[in-house]
């Protein structure tokens, strides 16, 4: 998902639209670490995963990926702007990892992408290719990228998506901190995931350096969208818990992948082979 400028978290949020959760690996209460009325940046004791308790409950979490003003503003605005100059660097990037990534060619290589916005990346993949399909939340951002770009989406969450077979290559591009529980978004993916196949995401990563400089003013901060803050340490622990290995973590913001983003890695995972 993408990030807009404008979006619903510039309404008034209260006590009533927030609930507390746990840890979605240990299952215990995470410590305080920044206040952000009715909001808190916790971290959990055992595993050091740091997330947002409380948080908007899942009513409230859906009205703002269903406001318009999400996607707009920002990357996929009309009009030029330096963001959209950003994005086809990034998805040219992307593509290249992936195809290093994967021992096959693009051609009939099946991708699902989760958390596909307005269909951009899914797109320009099914330019080179790939055979797409998308997953998305937002009801515009999903219905954009089938009326206008005639790909096929499906809307909601990726539990609810009924889906045709394993996947190739799964995408969750600025996803994960966005998901109600990673480790279950990440069984979900696994079951969805191809036997040789690779996942690929970016997230922003609490401890990135504009993240631990500038704590509650990190702009990336954002406790009404961005409920869970991984560094490189705890994505290896809840892929690990989802049966994935992370196999490569890529920070360098001179990478097409990640270009220019100070404070989010791209990585690949695959899967941990069932024991038998
Ligand atoms: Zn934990």
Redesign the pocket.
């Known amino acids: 998902m993408a990030h807009g400028d404008r979006s619903a978290c510039t309404r008034e949020w209260t006590a009533a639209d927030v609930e507390p959760v746990?840890?979605?690996?240990?299952?215990?209460d995470?410590d305080r670490v920044y206040d952000l009325p009715p909001f808190a940046v916790v971290r959990?004791?055992?595993?050091?995963?740091a997330f947002v308790s409380p948080r908007l409950r899942t009513e409230a979490l859906q009205a703002v990926y269903d406001d318009v003003g999400y996607f707009e503003g920002g990357v996929y605005g009309s009009t030029w702007s330096p963001a959209m100059v950003l994005q086809r660097v990034w998805t040219a990037g992307r593509l290249g990892l992936i195809r290093a990534a994967l021992s096959r060619p693009p051609a009939g290589t099946r991708m699902l992408e989760v958390g596909c916005g307005y269909g951009l990346f899914l797109a320009a993949a099914r330019q080179r290719g790939y055979d797409v399909t998308g997953v998305e939340l937002s009801r515009s951002a999903s219905r954009h990228a089938r009326d206008v770009l005639d790909l096929s989406v499906h809307q909601g969450q990726l539990d609810a998506a009924v889906l045709d077979g394993r996947y190739d290559v799964i995408a969750a591009w600025d996803t994960l901190e966005h998901v109600p529980d990673p480790v279950a978004f990440l069984r979900t993916a696994r079951t969805l995931l191809a036997d040789d196949g690779v996942l690929v995401f970016s997230t922003p990563y609490f401890s990135s350096l504009p993240a631990r400089l500038l704590r509650t003013r990190w702009w990336t901060l954002k406790p009404t969208e961005h409920i869970w803050h991984f560094t490189p340490q705890s994505h290896h622990?809840v892929f690990a818990r989802a049966g994935l290995a992370v196999t490569r973590i890529l920070r360098n913001p001179l990478a097409p992948a990640n270009f220019g983003r100070l404070d989010s890695l791209v990585g690949v995972a695959r899967r941990i082979p069932d024991l038998t």
Do not use: A, D, M, W
Request: glycine share 6%; with cysteine; charged share 15%.
């Open positions: 746990s840890c979605c690996v240990c299952h215990i995470g959990c004791p055992r595993c050091r995963l622990l």
